[in-house]
Each structure stands twice: as structure tokens, then as C-alpha cells.
Nanobody, 124 residues
Framework: QVQLVETGGGLVQAGGSLRLSCEAS????????MSWYRQAPGKQRELVAAITILTTTNYADSVKGRFTISRDNAKNTVYLQMNRLKPEDTAVYYC??????????????????WGQGTQVTVSS
């Protein structure tokens, strides 16, 4: 009932920039916290950045000062601006959103959803 679609991944040289987008669609009543995770080969998925509905942000230490998370509530979209990219930023990036839905008169239901992932590759 809710889909998250990510766009913006690709191949970039070290020092370059990319902007990821993630749009939530479906029977949405409210989109609450939104976040970006990443998973590199052989490693666990890790939180990169998060933003609350009131736009409070949180970043992993490894990306502070280089990445910026933002959101457009009217579009149910979260963005990740990635600057000064490093080869160690190479990973599949996943969008996560905590979404409240109301379906067929049932009480509001809140759960989190994941996007399909988008590959970011940074060459040295």
C-alpha cells in the first residue's frame, strides 16, 4: 500500500557529488521520520542520516559535514545530498520511512517501509 522509490544513484569520482531522492506514494496519511541507510558488500546495513517530521537531523560520524538530508513534506520526499564523496561511501543506499496509513475506515496504522535501494559507486 506504500511504495518508496529511490533515484539518483550512479558512478562518480572521488570528490564528486550525488543527490539521492526517495518519494513515498500510496494510501498515506502521514510520513513521519525518514532516513537513509547504506550497505556495502560484506558489511551490515548502517544508518547514514535521519530526519524527523520537524526536520531534526542526525548523521553518522563518517558523513558529517559532507552529506545533508532534507525533506519536502508536500511531496512525501526525502533527499540526500552527498558531497566530497569517498571510495568508502560505495554502497547500496536504502530509503526508510515511518508511514501512517488509513485504509477502508480502519484505525490509523503506522509502520516503516523500505525502498528497493540504489547503487552508489565512488571511484578513486
Amino acid at each position: 500500500q506504500v511504495q518508496l522509490v529511490e533515484t539518483g544513484g550512479g558512478l562518480v569520482q572521488a570528490g564528486g557529488s550525488l543527490r539521492l531522492s526517495c518519494e513515498a506514494s500510496g494510501k498515506i496519511f502521514a510520513v513521519n521520520d525518514m532516513s537513509w541507510y547504506r550497505q556495502a558488500p560484506g558489511k551490515q546495513r548502517e544508518l547514514v542520516a535521519a530526519i524527523t517530521i520537524l526536520t531534526t537531523t542526525n548523521y553518522a560520524d563518517s558523513v558529517k559535514g559532507r552529506f545533508t538530508i532534507s525533506r519536502d513534506n508536500a511531496k512525501n520526499t526525502v533527499y540526500l545530498q552527498m558531497n566530497r564523496l569517498k571510495p568508502e561511501d560505495t554502497a547500496v543506499y536504502y530509503c526508510n520511512a515511518d508511514v501512517t496509513t488509513i485504509v477502508d475506515g480502519n484505525p490509523p496504522f503506522t509502520t516503516d517501509y523500505w525502498g528497493q535501494g540504489t547503487q552508489v559507486t565512488v571511484s578513486s
